[in-house]
Each structure stands twice: as C-alpha cells, then as structure tokens.
C-alpha cells in the first residue's frame, strides 16, 4: 500500500510540453505512472507523448479524469497554476517549481483551507510510490517498493536516505518531499498522520534542516498519536547562525530553532534521532530489527522506546 | 534582499507613512548643505550599512549645529563602522542620513514577518519600543504582541485598533496608528516584502506618530516585478563573492574552515558540511549549485570555492535526480584542466547517469580522490586537509 499516490492515481502535468516536464513526464511513464494528459495553455486539442493536451486543468479533470496534478511551470506562474488545480478539483498537487514568491504562497495557503486538496512543496523532489507512481524529478532507480516512509523537506538529502536504506534492503511505501520553501503546503504532521493509518507502512525516516518548529511539531504529534517508530535527522549542525537584519526573525522564530536544539527536543519525544547523515540507514535497520525482536518476544513495541546499539 | 534605511524611510512614506524630514548626503559638504535646508537646530547623522546596533557603534551622532553636522559626517563616511551585527572588521559607511532630530517621549515596536508558524503575514508589536526588543520577547514574551493577517480580507481597521489598544496608542494616538499600520501593511503586501521593522516608532512632539527608525527587505524571488526596488540593492553591502555566485547560479555563503564544498540541493549541502564536521573538519562554504548543472556551471563552482584562500580540499557531493552526473563529470575535469588546481579533489557522485559520470573522471587520468558514499567523500577530504 501507500500513501497520497499508487498505480490508480491519474496524474495531469502542468506546463506538460516544456522541456523539463516531457522529460520527467518520460521518466514518470517508464516508472508506471499512469500519465492522463497534460495542461498547456494555448496548445489544447494536440497530442504529446501519446496523451491529449488540454488547454485548462478543468478539462482535464472533466475529459482525463485526473485526480493529481504535478506542477512544472516557472516560479513566476506557479502561484496561479496550483489555485487552478486546487479550483478545478484536483486532489492532490505536487508543486516542483523552485522560488516561487511567498506572498504567493500565502495567498494560495488561504484559498487551500476552503478546498479539499492537499499540496506538497513547492520547491520539492516530488512524491513517489515505488513502481506504482512518480510525480516529481527524483532518480527512480534509488527507490524500490518496501514498508518505511519517508519524509523530507529537501529532495537530494531525501536521495541520499533512501539509497542508503535500499542498499540495505530496506523499500519504501511512499517517500514524500514536502519541500525547502518557508510557506509549503502539507507539513510533516500531515504527512505522518498518513504514513500512521497505512497498514503497509512500518516506520517513518523524516529529514528536517534549521529553521521553522515543523520538526518538534510533528515528533510531539507522533508521541500522542503513533506507535510506529520514527528515525529523525536535521541537517544544519553546522550552519552559520542564520545572518538577518532586523529583530522580527528571531523573535518569532525563538532559540528551538538551531538543528541541535531541535534534535535534542525530538530525542526527547521518542524519535531515533541520527547525528550523523551517513548513517540514517543504518539505523532504519537497526530499529527495524530491534522491532522484529520485540513483537516476536511478545512485548507490544513502544513508540519511542531506546533502542540498544 | 535588504535596502538602506533612507530607502525605506522614502518607500514608506509614499505609503503614507509619516517619517521624519531628511536627505541622504555621501559627503561632509552635502551634509552641511542637507542640514541646512531642513533648517531647525538640531540634527542627526545616521550612518547608512546593512546593519543594525549602529548606535551602539558610534554610527548615529547628534549635532546641535551645522559644522557639528559637517564634523559627524566627516568622521562617518569614508571609515569602517563596528556594530554588535557585523564582522569584527566592520562595515564600510559611504553615505549617512541627516534628519531633523526628534522630541521623542514615547517608543514603540512595530514590525511585519512572514511568520512560518501562522503561514501569514504577522504583526508584531510592543509598547517596548527601542533597542532591546529581541530581549523583551526573551524575558517578557507577554509584551509583544502577535496577529495575523488574514490575506483573504487583509488588515481591517478593528484589528489596527486592537493592536494599537493593547500597546497602549490610545486617545488621539490610535487613529494615527491605524493609518500608519495599514500604510504599512499595504507597502508590505504591495512589494513582497519579507520583513518590515520600525522601531522605534516614536510618539514625538508629545502627540504625533513618526517611524524613527526603520529597516525593510524584500523577496529576491519577487524584486524582478518592482524596478524601482531592485534599484535600491546595494552591491557593496554584499560579499563579492556571492554575488558572482549568485551570477552564475549558485548559492554560496562563505564560511570559515578549510574544506571547500560543491553539493547539490542545500539539504545535502549542509548535511555535508555536518559529516565534514562529524569527521573533525571544517566546512569552507556552503555552495549549493541547484538543478540541472551544466559542466559550466560547475566548473564556476570550482573558481568561485578557490577564491578563499583558506580552502585546502575541495569536496564535491552530487546525488543527481534533476543533475546528471555525466555533465557534472566534465565539469569537474574542465576546471582541473584549466584552473591548475593543485588542492587535492574528493569527488562523490551518485544518482542520474552516475556509471558515464564515473567513466569519465577515470578516461580522464587525473588525479581525482573518488569516494564511495557520504562518509567516505567527509572522512577522505578531512584526511587530506591533514595530510597536508
């Protein structure tokens, strides 16, 4: 199983005959995707890799059937092509576009509350169900299918965890990016609240950096809320304090906000927090064994419980 | 991006935010001069840099004539100004604003944030106005007031005064509060900006209004649809070497350790920088080279990390989705062939087309230090920093 995608998704790229979409589109296509069509404004009613163009989402939705869109057009456009998706019905939107303004975003954040949609990124590597559904820009190689889900904020760190837990033989249900940008859509509560009813999803790795309280949020969500176990990183020990000018940064965003400091509050929570980036799959499989061994000797595992190395 | 104060005190004002009356002068002469046409009898030279604390470093004097205006001035511009925000060395002032000087009896704190908690535009406020407003949110956090904007109605007079009532702008101050907050705001809204902070603004003259100080910055995503706020950007302010990145593409902040590095994504940037670390190094910048990487940019990346002095091994960390490892390769054998780089090379790739991004590095027979995963590519290029 899965979470957000799977092979019934039927997925529409928006700004589909620009080059970087055709070519993740293939990508997507070789990886099983079931690609319905795409959006391109002024070229409706002409085919393009094999699928129907349409002129608005809208169309696509009432001609294709699309349910999910992935969104591949400029920063500068991006803004107004998600209030589109979300307008037009869509269910799920995955938001590649890399500097969109925020003030965009928060406009697009407050039209999504009266809406049943749900948004990852922007500035993100995308969402993938290995071998069912790809909607991003990730290497599909890296992924195979599994039982832990992954969660991250940035997509090539979100690359590096995952080809260090498949080297392993650890798969993954679904690995979710929801993004580097300040204002994005889905936070990491949202994604874990999914992860936590999917059957087929053991364990949860989410990769967070400095700044913002997502990170502690969610790991205070998961104490109350999950058994299943998670492994944290926050990239970012070695970052320079952020250089700023002004108070009003700092006072809104307070002193939890360092990646120390945050990891410290997430150990304190439960979370198998790694230190070191190289070694995120080892601990997956740490915990994943040490899980194994405690269900099999008939103790019910406990969300947080220490984990002997 | 981040602009002057008299700026944003010109910005403001076409808002409709009252400011006080002042010019910008880069010379003793046209300080004099400015002083002179405010007229009054007493003034203040305020240093223009990107910085904050200016007080406390000496870069805001007051003058109670003309030739004590001209002095100021001349001792300000033209010398490095100290403040608890810049370098220890300092910043270089070229210009100073020279304003009537204010009877000030109250301050107040006024500010705007993209607040990422709220995911809206906020408002922060306090009857603390003054220096030490990041102290008052430490120690007093009931003192500063926070409120959101709802951008669907955006900021309605009841809320104004709501703000304003519970900082204590009351009696004949609260209107003026309401149009200055909402002047603000639309300023703020109007240019993307991503931070607005006057502080303070001051109650002068016993029952008037004025931003005393002010300070504003915009998104650098946005600026492009505002000319007349890209004009305002200040190169000198910038480090030079980031703004050649910058030129080319990539994202660079120096920092201060030996080891250089060339990663894509910045979560994978830093994470590098934390393995260096882990490893008992130390990073010498965070350089993000983004998606879709061409051998040219990459090799700019090499130029650009090369420039500090300090860098004594360059490590280059790519897990290619949107990148191609075949591109970068040549990149990387591009500028070991034309830069002569004679510091030791520790190159990891992994991702999209990795097997013709390895083939040629090694056609190329040069003497790149290959490493298998994350901590192999830290562990090697701490090793040759040592090694030394």
């Known amino acids: 199983m899965s979470v957000f995608i799977n092979k019934n998704s039927r997925v529409v790229y928006q700004g589909f005959t620009g080059q970087h979409a055709t070519f993740h589109a293939e990508e997507a296509i070789k990886h099983g995707t079931n690609i319905v069509g795409g959006v391109t404004p002024g070229k409706g009613g002409s085919v393009h890799l094999d699928r129907p163009v349409f002129d608005t989402v809208s169309d696509a939705v009432g001609q294709a059937g699309a349910d999910v869109s992935g969104i591949f057009v400029p920063p500068q456009f991006a803004a107004d092509a998600i209030l589109e998706a979300v307008e037009a019905g869509i269910k799920t939107i995955v938001v590649i576009a890399d500097g969109i303004p925020v003030q965009d975003m928060v406009r697009v954040k407050r039209y999504v509350l009266d809406h049943d949609a749900i948004i990852f990124g922007p500035n993100t590597a995308g969402v993938i169900t290995p071998e069912e559904c790809k909607v991003g820009i990730m290497p599909a190689s890296i992924y195979q299918p599994g039982r832990v889900g992954v969660v991250s904020r940035s997509g090539t760190l979100n690359y590096e965890a995952v080809a260090q837990m498949t080297a392993l033989g650890h798969g993954q249900s679904t690995s979710v990016g929801i993004g580097g940008d300040p204002i994005n859509g889905a936070n990491f509560v949202d994604v874990l609240k999914a992860f936590n009813e999917d059957p087929d999803t053991d364990a949860v790795v989410l990769i967070g950096e400095i700044g913002g309280g997502q990170e502690v949020d969610a790991a205070e969500w998961a104490k109350k809320h999950m058994d299943k176990p998670i492994i944290g990183f926050i990239a970012g020990v070695s970052a320079p304090a952020g250089r700023r000018m002004g108070h009003a940064g700092a006072i809104i965003s307070g002193e939890a906000d360092t990646a120390e400091a945050k990891m410290n509050l997430m150990e304190n929570l439960g979370v198998h927090v790694v230190r070191n980036p190289a070694e995120i799959g080892e601990t997956v499989d740490r915990v994943l064994k040490q899980k194994a061994t405690t269900v099999e000797s008939g103790r019910e595992p406990v969300h947080g419980e220490a984990v002997e190395s | ?388």
């Not at chain 2, 904050?52 to 870069?59: A, D, P």
């Not at chain 2, 304003?99 to 990422?116: K, M, P, V, W």
């Not at chain 2, 407003?133 to 430490?138: D, F």
């Open chain 2, 1 to 388: 991006m981040n602009i002057h104060e008299y700026q944003t005190k010109e910005l403001l004002k076409s808002f409709g935010v009252p400011v006080p009356q002042g010019r910008v002068a880069d010379s003793e002469a046209s300080a004099g001069i400015i002083a002179e046409q405010i007229g009054g009898e007493r003034w203040v030279v305020k240093a223009q840099i990107h910085a904050g604390g200016r007080g406390k470093g000496g870069g805001v004097q007051l003058a109670d004539s003309i030739d004590e205006v001209r002095k100021h001035a001349d001792h300000i511009i033209g010398n490095r100004l100290i403040t608890p925000q810049t370098s220890a060395a300092g910043k270089l002032v070229q210009r100073v604003l020279i304003e009537s000087a204010q009877n000030i009896t109250r301050e107040f704190y006024l500010g705007l944030i993209i607040d990422r908690v709220a995911q809206r535009i906020t408002i922060i406020a306090s009857a603390s106005g003054g220096m030490d407003i990041e102290e008052v949110a430490k120690t007093n956090p009931e003192k500063v007031i926070r409120e959101a904007v709802d951008p669907s109605i955006g900021l309605p007079e009841f809320q104004c005064r709501k703000i304003a009532a519970r900082i204590g702008l009351t009696g004949s101050l609260m209107p003026q509060a309401v149009k200055l907050m909402q002047a603000l705001y639309r300023c703020f809204r109007d240019k993307d900006a991503l931070m607005a902070e006057i502080n303070p603004l001051a109650v002068v003259d016993g029952d008037k209004l004025l931003a005393v100080d002010a300070k504003m910055s915009f998104d650098g995503n946005a600026v492009h649809r505002y000319p007349e706020i890209t004009n305002y950007r200040d190169f000198d302010e910038e480090d030079p070497k980031e703004v050649e990145a910058t030129g080319h593409g990539l994202n660079y902040i120096a920092l201060e350790g030996s080891v250089g590095c060339i990663v894509n994504g910045a979560g994978l940037a830093m994470a590098t920088m934390d393995a260096i670390t882990l490893h008992g190094g130390n990073p010498a910048n965070f350089l993000d080279v983004g998606g879709g990487a061409s051998p040219k940019k990459i090799a700019n990346a090499f130029r650009i990390v090369r420039k500090d002095p300090n860098v004594k091994a360059i490590l280059l960390n790519i897990f290619a989705g949107i990148n191609r490892c075949d591109w970068v390769a040549e990149g990387v054998v591009q500028a070991m062939q034309k830069q002569a780089i004679s510091e030791p090379v520790i190159v990891r790739l992994s991702g999209t087309n990795y097997e013709l991004g390895q083939e040629i590095l090694n056609r190329s027979g040069l003497p790149f230090i290959t490493a298998t995963d994350l901590d192999d590519a830290a562990r090697k290029a701490v090793d040759a920093v040592h090694n030394l």
